[in-house]
């Protein structure tokens, strides 16, 4: 079969690889689409996790299972999606249910062979303990392996509890500050702020009630201020890998509002971060962070966009066979394109 693999940082090669054999605890799945995560654009740039090397990445697959071990619950046929965390079902968060906490996890695309190929065996204690959920059959296969970055800013808005007649400012332009906009409507928020930089001029196809230009940071606060009565928003979001707005966040919340940081900064900038702590103290805003998703976490994505949540369309602007992946990753890393499926069986 074909493989894209990662080589070592900045290098990836198209291989012709023996096709894995069928696990007997787990399955074998025919990859027909595979999303190119900003993990993946990350990951090929700065290496991947644990020093891994020779490795096939992706994991945000959509694909049929060719064969089932026995007692997997899975039948050749079945449609799948699957996401990347793989919990260790025993350390300490893990017992307590908060599996993307769990102190050894693992990743699919990383410690096991991932989706940037023509197939993946998939084993039992990914079965088990990771995320491998059937496609509700109404959905594409592009539309399936978009749910886990559903996924994750669905798990957000449950965490920061976004609701009905909510107020919400959104830090960030990019695609993923887009599907917090089309949550945060789903889930009933009357109005949806988004401060950007421009980069991107797709935000007007999302469900933005107001797109202010935070180039002029102090100007966006004042207009949350004013659009919300002097009042601040209910709930800020970050979704934005940049720890300076952590400081413009607290000042545009409402006194018992939340600020939600999504999306950890880069290495050299984490540290930057400003806080003013009579603002935490005085306004008894709550500072949260959120990271991955809960075990249903796959299932919530693939429901949303089952239920026209999400406009899938509007954010995966290409489809590529395997041998465009480095480009891929390279035009994404760029700012280029805002999501690109790999199909490992188109013709290149
Ligand atoms: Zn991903
Ligand atoms: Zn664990």
């Known amino acids: ?29 025919k990859v027909q689409a595979c999303g190119i995560c900003g993990g993946d654009v990350r ?11 020779n490795q096939i990445m992706g994991h945000e697959i959509a694909g049929v299972v060719e064969e089932a071990g026995e ?39 990383t410690h096991v062979p991932g989706g940037f190929a023509q197939y993946i065996a998939l084993p039992g204690f990914v079965l088990q303990r990771g995320f491998v959920e059937k496609i509700p059959l109404s959905l594409t296969w592009i539309q399936a392996a978009f749910a886990e970055k559903v996924a994750g ?9 976004i609701s009905l007649g909510d107020r919400v400012v959104i830090i960030g332009d ?27 001029s797709l935000v007007s196809q999302f469900p933005v009630d107001k797109l202010l230009d935070n180039r ?24 934005l890998p940049v720890a300076s707005v952590h400081l413009q966040a607290l000042r545009m919340v409402r006194k018992r509002g939340t600020v939600v940081i999504y999306g950890g900064a880069p290495k050299d900038e984490r540290r930057m971060s400003i806080m003013d702590s009579n603002l ?5 805003i709550t500072i949260i962070g ?41 035009e994404m890393h760029e700012g280029r394109a805002l999501n690109i499926m790999v199909r490992p069986w188109l013709k290149s």
């Open 1 to 29: 079969m074909k493989a894209a693999v990662f080589e070592d940082i900045e290098r990836i090669a198209i291989k012709e690889i023996p096709k894995p054999d069928c696990p007997k605890d787990g399955i074998l799945v």
């Open 43 to 53: 990951n090929y740039y700065q290496g991947l996790k644990d020093h891994m090397k």
């Open 71 to 109: 007692n997997t619950g899975f039948y050749p046929g079945d449609k799948i999606a699957t996401a990347p965390d793989i919990s260790c079902g025993t350390c300490y968060y893990c017992k307590r249910g908060l599996v993307n906490l769990c102190l050894n996890h693992k990743m699919l695309g």
């Open 153 to 161: 800013v669905y798990a957000c808005q449950e965490r920061c509890n």
């Open 174 to 200: 990019g695609p993923v500050g887009c599907l917090h906009a089309e949550i945060a409507k789903a889930r009933g928020a009357s109005m949806v702020i988004m401060l950007g930089l421009g980069r991107l």
């Open 216 to 239: 002029d940071s102090e100007g966006a606060i004042q207009k949350v201020l004013e659009m919300t009565d002097q009042i601040g928003a209910d709930a800020v979001i970050c979704a």
């Open 280 to 284: 935490i103290h005085y306004n008894e």
């Open 290 to 330: 959120s990271f991955s998703y809960p075990a249903s976490g796959l299932q919530d994505g693939l429901k949303q966009i089952q239920q026209g949540n999400v406009s899938v369309e509007k954010y995966v602007t290409k489809e590529i066979p395997l041998e465009q992946l480095t480009q891929g990753i390279v």
